[in-house]
């Protein structure tokens, strides 16, 4: 069975304080690895696709990577306007397939100023 | 360019009643994914639509049903409304059924 995890579930960091989060998966034919951000009531919004083992993405304080079974999204000198929930999801399947998501429950990172 | 959008926000309905909520896809999409996500959890896949069929469905009850209409706008329609159902329906839309996603602000359903 497709499964997505992602640790810790919780993360508090201090302004300045880099760190790490955790997305493992299992899936039969990954083909693609998704990263959200989502605030609270709200819709998640689009980060990073990550396709392939070895491959990395950044966006300003955010750096994604992939390996063959996890990815990690790390925080470099976070802000307090970083505080959201992360959410990993991933596509898996035969190519021209639906591409439903499967998320896992998100680690919700808190900084303080 | 237009992101997608959702309505109605919130909306607090009875047991056993019906809802629909509505979803414009954005500008260029011609796939539409519904989700729903409980407090706490990450969002679950309900079904997809692809020029207006239906390209997959998650394991939802049949009382949630779809559409997807020739503009590629959807409605997500569940019938016979449980407590359990009361969650944020997320819509997503992206340009071809698997290629990256792009979420609208959701619909807040409570089922009282």
């Known amino acids: 069975e497709d499964q997505v995890t992602q640790s810790p579930e919780a993360l508090r960091l201090q302004e300045g304080e880099s760190s790490s989060l955790n997305c493992s998966y299992t899936?039969?034919?990954?083909?693609?690895l998704f990263w959200y951000r989502q605030d609270p009531g709200k819709g998640p919004e689009f980060l990073f696709t990550l396709y392939s083992a070895g491959e990395e993405k950044e966006k300003e304080r955010l750096k994604a990577t992939l390996t063959k079974k996890e990815s990690f999204l790390h925080i470099t000198a976070p802000k307090p306007e970083d505080s959201a929930t992360y959410l990993c999801?991933?596509?898996?399947?035969?190519?021209?397939?639906?591409?439903?998501?499967?998320f896992g429950k998100g680690t919700k990172l808190s900084v303080k100023p | 360019e237009t992101g997608v959008t959702q309505s109605p926000t919130h909306l607090i309905k009875t047991r056993g009643q019906q809802v629909t909520l509505r979803c414009s896809s954005q500008s260029g999409h011609n796939t539409v994914s519904w989700y729903q996500q409980a407090l706490g959890q990450g969002p679950q896949f309900i079904f997809q639509y692809y020029r207006e069929e239906e390209n997959g469905r998650g394991n939802f009850p049949p009382r949630f049903s779809g559409i997807q209409f020739p503009n590629y706008s959807s409605e997500l329609n569940v019938n016979a409304l449980e407590l359990d159902d009361s969650a944020l329906y997320l819509c997503?839309?992206?340009?071809?059924?698997?290629?990256?996603?792009?979420f609208g602000q959701g619909s807040r359903l409570t089922v009282v």
């Open positions: 997503a839309s992206s340009f071809m059924a698997n290629s990256e996603a792009f």
């Open positions: 999801a991933v596509q898996a399947g035969l190519a021209g397939s639906q591409g439903n998501l499967i």
């Open positions: 899936v039969s034919g990954l083909r693609g």
